[in-house]
């Protein structure tokens, strides 16, 4: 069973399991919250707002939640804890919105204002913590496949499994469950669906206890990773373990207070985390930024553009009226759309590998923005149902490319710092010689030569370049570390030994912080621009544009190190 558990394909698949488990979440709870906001009374236009917290607060959190994660250490790793967290919120938001009702009624008499509270409250930490948790799993499968090959056809299964989420997300809430056979046991329609969520939640957040996740200890640092398959060393005595235990409490303590102080210093810090980018992730940034824009103004709106635009219908038209009931088919064919675009990804997801392999990444890429624009202008100027349905489905393609290739793009430079983040390399240079100077009072001389782990974590699982690295040869530096000596450096107030200048948890953050920022922006100026231009087909012509600013910014994506060129311009 050991044995099974790390091998590479189930590891694969118990990590993305969780990334499953959160799309399905995601899909269903979000498609289904505006009819209950609309129930309680909340006006469309706050409507909106609401459903704009979560990406909101993702902009302010990522980041930190992302740089926090490259510098933690616990025996569970670095990425699960902030996995654990996240998901302990989306299990509390399953809970708070089809119970919003029955909360609100223990508090007051006056339940209907309490109830919004709750439903928003619910809402908001479902959207927040559900984006917010892609981060460290995104790094935590970095993390596990360093090397190129490995880690796009990591972050392939990634996308399949977001796609199959979706779609198993957007039929859930199509299905009558208070007819079905489970509403005795679980509830009405909205009860039982979020059971079902929660459990089908709980099940996948479970899986990640499996993970074989390298813990990014001090201890794991001083030993190195060759020494992980050498015997084990005998237990320290007695004093020497209290003082281990000792220091490791004092350290958990500096985490706490140095959290503290990163709270008080919110701002700065996050002025400090966008501003100080990468030329190569900040070029890639803008790319994903202009092509998700596009793609959300798609998403967001395509069924409005199918029951106004194709079905001619009116949506504030009263129920039971021609006008009305044209709207609701048109919405209908519009989700069956979505579906088969997230049917399409799937299809894409399975050769993704196979596409790169064959046309390179810079052609796949390149490929799937210019494809997204094309489609676009087809729906503008058709008025066939089927044709931009088909359309809307072959998206698809740019969809499943923008969740796998600058992920992949993201942990190629960092497993080439010295090419593509070179100044960051060096900085980890001038620290680890620092480090080396400080701590020339222990028994045992640390290395001073640069950490061996590129993504800022203890050791990739599989990793080809790990497991063909020599063992260190006898009396080496980096083995005469004793447990004492450790608890004598973090007592010191020694500088972390294992976080180097930047992590890939950071920058896949401010990847991510584009997708937040994809679906902010549209929200607030989209409907403006249907008023003025008095068509919903502004929606798909807006998309399009966004999908040509796309262009011209992917082909300034460092693909390769024949790419850095375009970095010193």
């Known amino acids: 069973v050991s044995m099974l558990f790390h ?13 499953f488990g959160l799309e399905v979440c995601l899909a269903a709870g979000i498609t289904y919250v505006p009819p209950l906001l609309l129930e309680v009374g ?3 236009k706050f409507m909106t707002m609401v459903l704009g917290i979560g990406p909101v607060l993702g902009l302010v959190f990522v980041p930190l939640i992302g740089s926090a994660s490259d510098h933690w250490h616990s025996s569970y790793g670095r990425r699960r804890p902030f996995i654990w967290m996240l998901c302990l919120g989306v299990l509390l938001s399953l809970f708070v919105i089809p119970h919003a ?4 009624s223990l508090f007051a008499l006056n339940t209907r204002p309490l109830e919004i509270a709750f439903l928003i409250l619910g809402i908001g930490l479902l959207d927040f913590c559900g984006q917010v948790c892609f981060t460290p799993l995104e790094a935590l499968l970095s993390d596990l496949f360093q090397e190129p090959d490995n880690c796009r056809q990591a972050f392939s299964m990634y996308a399949f499994m977001i796609s199959l989420g979706g779609c198993i997300g957007y039929l859930l809430p199509a299905i009558d469950w208070g007819g079905s056979f489970l509403a005795p046991y679980l509830g009405g329609q909205e009860t039982c669906l979020f059971s079902l969520l929660t ?14 996740e390298e813990a990014a200890t001090q201890a794991d640092v001083l030993d190195g990773p060759a020494l992980k398959d ?7 005595p007695a004093c020497c373990s209290c003082q281990l235990f000792r220091s490791s409490c004092l350290l958990q303590a500096r985490h706490i207070m140095q959290a503290l102080r990163n709270l008080c210093t919110l701002v700065p810090r996050l002025h400090s985390l966008y501003c100080r980018i990468p030329k190569v992730i900040r070029r890639l940034f803008v790319a994903e930024l202009c092509s998700w824009m596009a793609l959300m103004t798609f998403m967001l709106f395509y069924t409005d553009f199918v029951g106004e635009g194709l079905y001619h219908g009116v949506p504030r038209a009263k129920p039971g009226t021609d006008a009305r009931r044209h709207y609701d088919e048109g919405v209908r064919m519009g989700s069956l759309g979505l579906f088969l675009q997230c049917v399409t990804s799937i299809f894409f997801s399975t050769i993704m590998d196979r596409m790169v392999k064959q046309f390179g990444t810079r052609a796949v890429y390149l ?5 997204f624009p094309v489609a676009a202008f087809v729906m503008c100027l058709s008025h066939s149902v089927i044709v931009v349905t088909i359309s809307a489905a072959l998206t698809g393609f740019t969809f499943s490319a923008l969740q796998i290739l600058p992920y992949t793009l993201a942990s190629l430079y960092h497993h080439d710092k010295q090419v593509f983040l070179h100044k960051y390399k060096s900085k980890e240079e001038e620290d680890a010689a620092r480090l080396d100077k400080k701590s020339a009072f222990s028994k045992g001389h640390l290395s001073s030569q640069k950490l061996p782990y590129q993504n800022g974590h203890a050791g990739s699982l599989f990793s080809s370049s790990s497991s063909s690295s020599s063992p260190p040869a006898a009396g080496s530096a980096l083995c005469v570390s004793s447990s004492c000596d450790v608890s004598l450096m973090m007592m010191g107030g020694e500088p972390d030994p294992v976080a180097p200048g930047r992590g890939i948890c950071l920058d896949l953050a401010i990847l991510d912080s584009a997708f937040l920022l994809s679906q902010v922006v549209p929200s607030l100026f989209m409907g403006s621009i249907v008023q003025f231009t008095q068509s919903v087909t502004a929606y798909m012509v807006s998309a399009a544009g966004f999908g040509l600013v796309a262009i011209y910014f992917a082909t300034k994506v460092v693909f390769d190190k024949s790419d850095m060129a375009k970095c010193s311009v």
Do not use: D, H, W, Y
């Open 7 to 19: 091998n590479r394909k189930t590891q694969l698949l118990l990590v993305n399991s969780l990334t």
């Open 42 to 44: 909340v006006e469309e």
């Open 101 to 104: 009702s029955s909360l609100a």
């Open 199 to 212: 459990i089908i939640f709980l099940g996948c957040v479970l899986a990640t206890l499996f993970v074989t």
């Open 230 to 236: 050498a015997p084990p060393k005998p237990s320290p």
């Open 367 to 371: 490929a799937s923005v210019v494809f």
